[in-house]
């Protein structure tokens, strides 16, 4: 059974750092792509950051281009999000997402059609 276990969250100052690790387990190979989102209360699940494993392409929601990183560790087996510059607007709860092979919705940053969630982590940015 495939699973994702996301970690690293908290609360921090506007202005602030914060990195994000989602390790998995329970698989016999890699995932090709992985993702990160988030959902705020009352709002949709919004994609943050993809990247295709093994060194792949990135892509960022325009929102936090410049302040997100996206990395991936293939030996650990494990996804993060470096957060720079937080604002309190990126205040949600934050999961991770993986794809064996289909990735063309996960990179678009879209949530619909993804099999593989993490149970989320939460961030708070206050100002």
């Known amino acids: 059974q495939v699973q994702l276990v996301e970690s690293g969250g908290g609360s921090v100052q506007a202005g602030g750092s914060l990195r994000l690790s989602c390790a998995a387990f329970?698989?016999?190979?890699?995932?090709?792509?992985m993702a990160w989102f988030r959902q705020s209360p009352g709002k949709e699940r919004e994609g943050v950051a993809a990247?295709?494993?093994?060194?792949?392409?990135?892509y960022y929601a325009d929102s936090v281009k410049g302040r997100f990183t996206i990395s991936e560790d293939n030996a650990k087996n494990t996804l993060y999000l470096q957060m720079n510059s937080l604002k309190p607007e990126d205040t949600a709860m934050y999961y991770c997402a993986a794809e064996y092979s289909k990735c063309g919705g996960l990179t678009n940053l879209r949530p619909e059609g993804i099999n593989y969630w993490g149970q989320g982590t939460q961030v708070t940015v206050s100002s």
């Open positions: 990247i295709y494993t093994g060194g792949g392409r990135s």
């Open positions: 329970g698989y016999t190979w890699s995932f090709y792509c």
